[in-house]
């Protein structure tokens, strides 16, 4: 079946950045909104930032100002840019694809993000 990849992420000092990639295996950003989720450990999956097909955007309160979600739909790649990260924005961070509010696709093993000194 059809899947997402994440990647980019690793180990960063608070105030540092990242770029997160979400690659998909067919052309489906183009007619599905994409959003990026994360859990940190022993919290629930929320989500984090959202773009839909139409390119608009809507993020989470703590990372509003901070965090961007972008997509490359020639790609089929979603990106989220993060700055000036802190120790909370630490977990697991996942993508997905979302029609009539719903995601479409399982889970994937996420990628790691550990914000600290």
């Known amino acids: 079946q059809p899947q997402l990849v994440e990647s980019g992420g690793g180990l960063v000092q608070p105030g540092g950045s990242l770029r997160l990639s979400c690659a998909a295996s067919?052309?489906?950003?183009?007619?599905?909104?994409a959003a990026w989720y994360r859990q940190a450990p022993g919290k629930q999956r929320e989500r984090v930032a959202l773009i839909t097909s139409g390119g608009n955007t809507n993020y989470l309160d703590s990372v509003k100002g901070r965090f961007t979600i972008s997509r490359d739909n020639a790609k089929n790649t979603v990106y989220l840019q993060m700055n000036s990260l802190k120790p909370d924005d630490t977990a697991v961070y996942y993508c997905?694809?979302?029609?009539?509010?719903?995601?479409?696709?399982?889970w994937g093993q996420g990628t790691q993000v550990t914000v600290s000194s």
């Open positions: 997905n694809a979302l029609y009539l509010g719903t995601e479409k696709f399982d």
């Open positions: 067919g052309s489906i950003f183009r007619i599905y909104a």
